[in-house]
């Protein structure tokens, strides 16, 4: 069974998908850690975020594996390396949108995902889950929540990280991200028709989790 769950940055995806999987005993898929884990190497290996091909390339030769450990937390592994946390710098959010919209390096890792959506009962998040990765899963949802509470979210998310960093500055990066992710030519951010819009504004992530699950089991 695949569970995919789309929606802008700061709607809550990640932390709902991946409760929820623990809940449901699925494999929990961050298909965001994936291009996260590609633009550290690129941003490592001194690749421009704008040279489409030689991103497809790197892509191309980049080894990426989720897993799962006995206290519930995603490894994301970069070549056999453990990057969990390097992916979540403020300087891998400011240019991951850019790589993940390379059509070569989103052929890549839908293949990817689709591998490992095909072994596991799987909850699955990103932009395109439900309308790309996979259109036949058997839930979708679109989280969604106003712009002003997203901002907050990611502030209180990445401030942790850089403590100089305004949220003037998450304000503007977020508003880009959505520009970049609801415009670009493959597979753009938008809820599947068949799709159950879920607006977590005023919600807390246990009241999301258990809309999810409900609607998932019972649904």
Known sequence: MII????????GK????????????????????????LTLKALDEGVDAGDE????????????ALENTSGGALQVLLDGRDVSVQIREPRITKYVSQVAKVKGVREV???????????????????????????????KFYLDASVEERVNRRYKELQPLNRGLAREEVAR???????????????????????????????TITEVVDTLYTLSTHG
């Open 4 to 11: 995919a769950i789309d929606g802008p940055a700061g709607a």
């Open 14 to 37: 990640s932390t709902v998908a991946k409760l929820l999987a623990g809940r449901l005993g699925f494999l929990y898929i961050d298909t965001g850690a994936m291009y996260r884990a």
């Open 53 to 64: 091909a030689a991103l497809e390339a790197l892509a191309g030769r980049t080894t990426i």
């Open 109 to 139: 890792m839908v293949g990817l995902q689709r591998s490992l959506g095909r072994r596991h009962s799987s909850v699955m998040d990103g932009r395109d889950i439900g309308t790309v990765v996979f259109p036949a899963a058997e839930k």
């Open 173 to 203: 990066d977020l508003t880009c991200r959505d520009t970049i992710d609801s415009t670009r030519e493959c597979g753009p951010l938008k809820k599947a028709d068949d799709a159950v819009y879920v607006d977590t504004t005023r919600m």
